[in-house]
């Protein structure tokens, strides 16, 4: 599954355009390499997001790691159940 398709389908990014900007920007990480949103992933990767910086924060990086790759649309509920968070 491509990388832009699971993050939507994930629901860690609100729509596909917003992955494709974050992939293409190099916010992206996957296996701690930037990444296209074209990338093919597989169980087991681990997606790191960086968000930009505001004035107030500091740079946020948030990981997870892939436990499972659906072949469709998933509810909203089970979206959840595809990824864990890793601190």
Not at 30 to 50: E, H, S
Request: a positive charge.
């Amino acid at each position: 599954m491509r990388l832009d398709k699971f993050l939507q389908i994930s629901r860690l990014v609100k729509r596909r355009t917003v992955a494709n900007t974050l992939c293409s920007r190099g916010k992206v990480l996957v296996n701690t390499k930037t990444a296209k949103a074209g990338k093919t992933l597989k169980i087991g990767d681990r997606i790191t997001i960086i968000s930009d910086p505001l004035p107030t924060e500091p740079v946020q990086e948030l990981t997870y790691q892939i436990l499972e790759l659906p072949s469709g649309n998933v509810s909203k509920t089970r979206a959840e159940t595809l990824y864990r968070r890793i601190e």
